[in-house]
């Protein structure tokens, strides 16, 4: 079935893009709908109007110049008469006598100044006549037919045409690029407040350390600036109460665990073997959980060598004991924070050695993005748990191994740290037949 044609849909990939270019078009369309509009009132009514009070005066000229000649029969006469007509009216006549204007047929339809200008001689003149506006362009050729011969005239162009259109046209075209030229300037003035805000927006969550962004244009940008700045404020206040509580649960929760750990060692007893199995347990979910709530941490971005990065990674995931491929075709480079970049890429090439015994890291630059993928030849998540398992302390034990331990902080703890770069983790099927975690970075 043919796909039906919507107007609305096209006009909209038509439209710009852009808020700048939005608000020029909303500017120049009528701008441009009153040009045209004028230029047609222009035409309609001036043009013809002094078209034809010229091509009356041109006509007049060549009437009188007619006129005199037959009156005033001989070429000496007609000499006098012609050189007259030269010198005060422009106009170059010559009169072969005895000659017959031979019935030429038009080539084109007469066009708009060879209409006016045979019903301004017409007027005049009640002699049959020929009209060529075509054959040069700074000239008007008109023969005309006399009882006793043909006379030919060559009359300037520019005596039927006026300097006052050309002027008109001018302005309305300086006049348009002016206006444009001031509407572009100041669009561009009030575009840039919200052009930085979206920036700042950006740079904040990336988890980047920004400034209070100075409120400045219209009022609805002044209004979203003061609520940027509130919400920042917030964020800050948030990040700084949760530092804060980590110190308290390192504290409150480490030290405990220590003093049991060496009450247990002390007693060395083979009933305590499951005691210390549930305080080595304890320390795991501590310890993801801290993890977890501190996130990126105060680490600053800076310029990454990613390729280098993953190298690392591999070879230290080869030592643990993976068995992991690793493809890269080119030098990456990617303002990151090294350590928590680090931390999500192990946690997924870690959680991806637990479930398959072939593990494949690769990375390649996908036009504004860099994209690492994580594979391997495990059991795989079906599709409808994928964001199931980005959930904090979430283990799908019914899908994956039992005997792989974990708290269940791995892949939530990579995705928070995507989230912070301005990134994303993808879940998919791999080629290896088991899952593929994908990590997107803007580049």
Not at 190 to 207: E, F, H, M, N, Y
């Amino acid at each position: 079935m043919r796909a039906l044609f919507h107007p609305t849909r096209f006009i909209k990939r038509l439209l710009p893009k852009t808020l700048l270019g939005r608000s020029l078009l909303i500017i120049v369309s009528p701008l441009i709908l009153l040009q045209i509009f004028s230029a047609w009132v222009f035409f309609e009514r001036h043009w013809d109007t002094v078209a034809l009070r010229l091509a009356r005066g041109l006509s007049g000229d060549i009437a009188a110049t007619i006129d005199l000649a037959r009156q005033s029969p001989g070429t000496k006469n007609h000499k006098a008469t012609f050189e007259f007509a030269r010198v005060h009216w422009n106009i170059h006549v010559t009169f072969k006598e005895g000659e017959i204007l031979r019935n030429v047929a038009p080539v084109a339809a007469p066009n708009n100044l060879e209409r006016i200008l045979r019903h301004a001689l017409t007027d005049r003149i009640h002699l049959p006549m020929v009209i060529d506006s075509r054959s040069k362009d700074r000239d008007v050729f008109i023969n005309i037919q006399a009882p006793d011969g043909v006379f030919h005239i060559i009359a300037p162009r520019k005596r039927l045409f006026t300097s006052t259109t050309y002027l008109f046209l001018a302005l309305m075209a300086g006049s348009s690029l002016i206006l444009f030229a001031v509407a572009m300037l100041f669009m561009r003035n009030q575009i840039s407040p919200i052009r930085r805000l979206a920036a700042a927006a950006d740079t904040l969550g990336k988890g980047g350390d920004i400034p209070i962004f100075r409120i400045q244009g219209a009022v609805e940008v002044r209004q979203a600036a003061a609520a940027f700045n509130r919400m920042r404020d917030r964020l800050q206040r948030q990040i700084g109460q949760r530092t804060e509580m980590l110190a308290g649960v390192s504290h409150d929760l480490r030290t405990p665990l220590t003093r049991m750990k060496l009450q247990i060692a002390m007693m060395n007893n083979p009933e305590t073997e499951a005691l210390k199995g549930d305080v080595t347990e304890m320390e795991q979910m501590v310890e993801g959980y801290l993890a977890f709530a501190r996130g990126e941490g105060n680490e600053p971005m800076a310029a990454t060598d990613l390729t280098g990065l993953l190298k690392t990674i591999v070879r230290d995931a080869t030592r643990s004991g993976a068995n992991i491929d690793f493809t890269c075709d080119e030098a990456l480079t990617l303002s990151v924070r090294r350590d928590a970049i680090r931390r999500c890429i192990s946690n997924l090439v870690s959680n991806a050695a637990k479930y398959g015994d072939q593990v494949s890291l690769s990375a390649a630059r996908k036009k504004d993005k860099i994209e690492i993928n994580v594979d391997d030849n495990g059991p795989g998540i079906p599709t409808d748990l994928h964001e199931t398992v980005f959930r904090a302390f979430s283990r799908l034990d019914q899908s994956r191994n039992t005997e792989t331990g974990g708290v269940g902080l791995g892949l939530t703890i990579a995705k928070d740290i995507a989230h912070t770069h301005g990134g994303e983790i993808q879940l998919g099927e791999s080629p290896m037949g088991g899952l593929r975690a994908s990590l997107y970075l803007p580049v």
